[in-house]
T-cell receptor
């Protein structure tokens, strides 16, 4: 099993550009989530999904969109990139909410100029 | 908002010593989890302790939970240089939607 994969690993954008961060898992997990990690801030939840067709907002959803058309994929879209979105983005998955450990992808380092 | 706060923010020890990290949180929890993050990598789950448990062990890891003080500690015994990483506590709030809320982490450096 590949686990949780993310592409790209690095990305540089100009302010106002849009892009999609890809996330896929091959563990048949129902729950998937996106976090951003900023220096000294730990991880903050952006959006999450409890199954195909179901998404919800986390702590810092503004400026990001998600969709979940399949169990395996959970892309994160930046609509109009801003320098404040410079961060490292992690995708994670688990069997479900509450008592399950989460499996993390390797991260995407995004810089917005 | 951050639920957990780790203490200390940074810890430097010699190989073979024990490392203790603490986590305090604000609201009642369903469970508390500890994760490790090596530099530039994703997080790896270490251990989960439920709100009705007081102590758990996994190899060289020992986690305690004191719900009356809203705090947890992670002890790594006989540390190795390979334990150098950042360690995060994360909580699932009781009555919440079930998402993890992470603290800011403790950066552990183990010198050979």
């Amino acid at each position: 099993n590949a686990g949780v994969t993310q592409t790209p690993k690095f990305q540089v954008l100009k302010t106002g550009q849009s892009m999609t961060l890809q996330c896929a898992q091959d563990m048949n997990h129902e729950y998937m989530s996106w976090y951003r990690q900023d220096p000294g801030m730990g991880l903050r939840l952006i959006h999450y999904s409890v199954g195909a067709g179901i998404t919800d907002q986390g702590e810092v959803p503004n400026g990001y969109n998600v969709s979940r058309s399949t169990t395996e994929d959970f892309p994160l879209r930046l609509l109009s990139a801003a320098p404040s979105q410079t961060s490292v983005y992690f995708c994670a998955s688990s069997q479900g909410l509450f008592v399950n450990e989460q499996f993390f992808g390797p991260g995407t380092r995004l810089t917005v100029l | 908002s951050q639920q957990g706060e780790e203490d200390p923010q940074a810890l430097s020890i010699q190989e073979g010593e024990n490392a203790t990290m603490n986590c305090s949180y604000k609201t009642s929890i369903n469970n508390l989890q500890w994760y490790r993050q090596n530099s530039g990598r994703g997080l790896v789950h270490l251990i989960l302790i439920r709100s009705n448990e007081r102590e758990k062990h996994s190899g060289r890891l020992r986690v305690t939970l004191d719900t009356s003080k809203k705090s947890s500690s992670l002890l790594i015994t006989a540390s190795r240089a390979a334990d150098t990483a950042s360690y995060f506590c994360a909580t699932v709030g009781k009555g919440s939607q079930g998402n993890l809320i992470f603290g800011k982490g403790t950066k552990l450096s183990v010198k050979p």
